[in-house]
């Protein structure tokens, strides 16, 4: 069989192996090859700006999840990493998807179940990719997968136990608009059985809108409220169950607490173990980029928070922090999002912003005709960061949650937040001069 694999990164480079393993005709084909991923010795390839026009004459085109499936030209079948890990998975697969939340409640999923005694691989952007571990997996395993909307596209196949978290506008750069943000979404629950389980945030209209798709049973999950787990008084429950106080939750922020929330809901298919819900909660202390603390440095607290892309994953780090002096680094590449939000919530705090990249200027004036105190800054991490520890108080915070991309000035989120985990630990040894 003659099999394109359409874009070479980390997912295209595992697909390349895993089709080439089995014995197809494997052909890459990308606009281009970056050094962080070179060519396997021996590979066909077509590389360049035209590369997709080459694609009609292969019987399966894997597109990579980057790549919009109505970009390919082809009269052969489309195919995906993630839609071939769906059609061959023999055991049970809880999906997840949402605008923010995913790594972390994905990852709080896997904690639980593996206290619990379950084999468990996590997969997706935060595990391994799908189809490394395809031929490893044990019948008694359980999969776990992060799924974003480029995943989720043209899924042919949906999760046993499909969790869906708050959804707000994001992508509006990638997808048409946000009914079709939506519809990508929608992937999840679109091809669930009468067994399978969806479980949605009730308060949240795109998490139920999504929900009411699947034909499966229906559960839902809020940190407060009549539903099937939630928060009560300082500890998680199921119906009037008490499973574990919230202190089991060693991360920063409500909104990780709903994370627990779903991830608790979701394990519950699938064991009835309290204590281990309870030690997986204790054992997870954070993904990278994530509101994480680097250090403290002169009584001031910084957060690293670069995963924030969205101004409603802002809003909810400055909800974090309420009560305190707060200095907020917003700006980056645009995202097609309205930052009108998180500048109306900077203002209700009474924190500072310093605004930075591509959609720092926009900000900076949307902070100005909100009375809310900026600073432009448009260089490097190294200058922001001495930009925000010239204008923080002693017992404030200073969080990078940037409400925007991160490719106007970084490779990626990551490397935006390892810049200013850099930054941050260079004015703790040097000072600001």
Not at 222 to 238: K, T
Not at 338 to 350: H, L, M, N, S
Not at 416 to 429: K, L
Request: net charge negative; with cysteine.
């Amino acid at each position: 069989m003659r099999i394109a694999i359409a874009w070479y990164g980390a997912e295209g480079q595992s697909s390349y192996r895993y089709f080439h393993e089995r014995g197809d005709d494997v052909t890459i084909v990308t606009p281009q090859i970056s050094s962080q991923f070179p060519l396997p010795e021996g590979a066909k390839a077509i590389v360049g700006e035209h590369a997709f026009d080459h694609l009609s004459d292969f019987d399966v085109v894997v597109r990579s999840a980057a790549l919009r499936p109505d970009r390919i030209v082809t009269n052969g079948k489309i195919w995906s990493a993630t839609n071939e890990f769906f059609a061959r998975c023999p055991v049970p697969i809880i999906g997840v998807t949402g605008t923010k939340g995913k790594g972390t409640t994905s990852s709080f999923v896997a904690s639980i179940l593996r206290e619990a005694g379950k084999a468990v691989q996590l997969v997706g952007n935060i595990g391994v990719p799908p189809l490394d571990v395809l031929s490893l997996l044990q019948p008694d395993d359980i999969v776990v997968f992060e799924l974003s909307s480029f995943q989720l596209w043209d899924l042919q196949k949906s999760p046993h136990t499909a969790v869906v978290l708050m959804i707000e506008p994001d992508h509006l750069d990638v997808h048409k608009d946000m009914a079709e943000y939506i519809a990508a979404k929608s992937g999840i629950v679109k091809h669930q059985t009468a067994q399978d389980t969806v479980i949605s945030h009730p308060l949240n209209r795109y998490s139920e809108e999504i929900a009411r798709q699947s034909p499966g049973r229906r559960m839902h999950f809020a940190d407060s409220g009549e539903h099937e787990v939630y928060i009560r008084d300082g500890a998680f429950y199921r119906d009037e169950q008490r499973i574990c106080g919230t202190d089991a939750v060693q991360l920063t922020g409500d909104f990780n607490l709903e994370n627990a929330c779903a991830a608790i809901a979701a394990s519950l298919e699938y064991i009835d173990d309290f204590a281990a819900i309870e030690r997986g909660l204790r054992r997870f202390t954070g993904l990278p980029h994530r509101l994480k603390l680097v250090r403290e440095v002169n009584g001031v607290g910084w957060y690293d928070d670069s995963i924030a892309t969205t101004p409603g994953s802002a809003i909810a780090a400055l909800q974090s922090f309420a009560g305190k002096n707060i200095v907020i680094l917003l700006g980056g590449s645009d995202k097609g999002a309205d930052y009108t939000p998180i500048v109306q919530e900077a203002q209700r705090v009474g924190a500072i912003v310093v605004a930075i990249g591509h959609t720092g200027e926009t900000i900076a004036k949307l902070c100005q005709s909100h009375h809310v105190r900026v600073i432009r800054e448009a260089g490097m991490m190294p200058e922001v960061v001495r930009a925000a520890a010239e204008i923080a108080q002693p017992d404030g915070v200073v969080i990078l949650s940037p409400a925007s991309a991160s490719f106007d000035q970084y490779k990626s989120y990551s490397d935006r937040g390892d810049q200013f985990v850099a930054a941050v630990e260079g004015i703790a040894t040097h000072g600001t001069n």
